[in-house]
């Protein structure tokens, strides 16, 4: 029995390889991809989304969600993926359109119909922030929710404090943190340094000769030299489909372990940050008073914090082939 999987994306170069990833796994069966504005506008990531599902020859139904962020202008990500967000190789758009149904209220019809679904997001928290606002009972039905997100005590690859996702709509991130669900933290540090697929990992995937290596490898030439001058990092570095490993395949997780997270929504010097009580010192009386209406209902969140990078690069490989 395959698993149920509903995925959030603001579809980008490296979200469309974590949807081939999961759309091409025999291990799950996505129910529904539910699109949010992040890397770009919310009408280029639909677009994206449909071109992927069509390279894959799935019909799985795609739900256009958030135009933008609860509370803040959305500020894309073009600089790293391109102005399509997919490295900007002139793919022609797809027939296919979007449901006509909000993805806010396709993830809460999704819950419902399937009891224990796993949800991954892979950007900005919007379309689920709306979904748990929509109806909160979709907490107690959800079975996993792996969120692609957040720099756990390590510096943000969007401001030295925040991860792009958390920093675009830090207001959803918090009321996500806040619902009660149980979260898997993947951070954007376990898509780094060796996790990174290096030029000879490249070839190798090119040598496929698949139209899913070759798709995956281009799309990502641009975000392949806006990563190096992010980071001096050689390499394709892809956070969403290390997400998806971790969806995919839970025991690539080698160590994690359970935090209250809170996110900075207030400040402009660390907005978006993803603070993680590792040392699990607020629990201790001196800080409860100040956070506890907040701990109510808060579930510590599974921060991992160390993946099988060899696992992972095989999964990929074997996505690709
Ligand atoms: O910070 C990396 C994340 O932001 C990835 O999901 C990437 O696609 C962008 O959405
Ligand atoms: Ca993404």
Known sequence: MRRVVLIDTDTASDDAVALIMALR???VEVAAITVVAGNVP????TRNALFTAELCGSKVPVFAGAAKPLQRELEPATWFHG???????????????AEKTHAAEAIVACVHENPGLEVITLGPLTNLALALALDPSIVGKIGRCVVMGGAPCCEGNVTPAAEFNIWVDPEAARAVLLSGLG?????????????????????????LGTPFAEFAIRCNGRAREAYLVQTAEHGI??????????????????????????????????????????LNNSGDSRNTKLWQPARAQM??????????VAGWKQLLLNSLA
């Open 25 to 27: 796994s025999p291990l």
């Open 42 to 45: 919310l009408e280029q990531a």
């Open 83 to 97: 102005l399509d967000g997919l490295g900007d190789c002139g793919y022609a758009p797809v027939r296919r359109i």
């Open 299 to 308: 579930q510590p969140a599974s921060v991992v914090w160390k993946l099988d």
């Open 237 to 278: 570095s892809l956070p969403d489909p290390v997400a998806m490993s971790v969806l995919l395949q839970p025991q690539l997780v080698l160590e994690a372990s359970k935090h209250f997270v809170e996110i900075e929504t207030a400040s402009a010097l660390t907005r978006g940050m993803t603070v993680v009580d590792r």
């Open 183 to 207: 979260i898997e933290l993947v951070g954007w540090q376990l898509s780094r340094w060796d996790a990174v697929v290096s030029a000879p990992e490249i070839e190798a995937i090119l040598a």
